[in-house]
């Protein structure tokens, strides 16, 4: 890797940002990835965009589907971020593998109980994001609170999970 790749790198491994998993679902068989590049676009319509690896196993059951699911996590969920970012190695079925519940609506497209919030989205366009990713910009069909008030977010900073108040 370049010295300027490797850089850009350490200093985008200072931003803190949430964590969130993308999952999709089509034919029966369901995908699921970690994206900290998740924001909102719109209010209206409430619209939101992640960037997805073209690597991602994820993208081509989105594509397929013309949905996606977003699960932002709460400090509980860190075993979710393991294995949807394939921390604790490959498994058949990231969703059965991370320990929490899973429900969908009007898309099909899979949602963590257990996060803190959720948006259920329609794909509206995609654009090349460099030569290796894709942003793909969905309208939210649907969206909700689950934790109460008080749960606090999954934070990744520094290559590492955080929660608010780490050092």
């Known amino acids: 890797m370049d010295d300027n790749r490797q850089a850009f790198r350490e200093a985008m491994s200072r931003w ?26 719109s209010a209206d319509p409430p619209t939101v965009l992640v960037a997805v690896s073209l690597r991602s196993r994820t993208l081509p059951v989105i ?17 979710a971020f393991r294995v949807f970012a394939g921390i604790t190695g490959e498994v058949p079925d990231r969703f059965a593998a991370a320990g929490d519940d899973i429900w969908s609506l009007e898309t099909g497209s899979p949602i963590l109980a257990g996060s803190l919030a959720w948006f259920d989205c329609r794909l509206v366009t995609s654009f090349p994001g460099a030569t290796s990713h894709v942003i793909l910009v969905g309208e939210v069909l649907a969206s909700g609170v689950h934790a109460d008030p008080g749960t606090e977010p999954l934070l990744y900073f520094a290559r590492s999970t955080r929660r608010l108040g780490d050092t």
């Open 63 to 79: 594509e397929a589907s013309g949905a996606f699911a977003v699960s932002i996590l709460s400090s509980a969920q860190d075993q």
């Open 16 to 41: 803190a940002t949430g964590v969130t998993v993308v999952g999709a679902a089509h034919d029966g068989r369901t995908a699921g990835m970690v994206a900290s590049s998740f924001t909102s676009v």
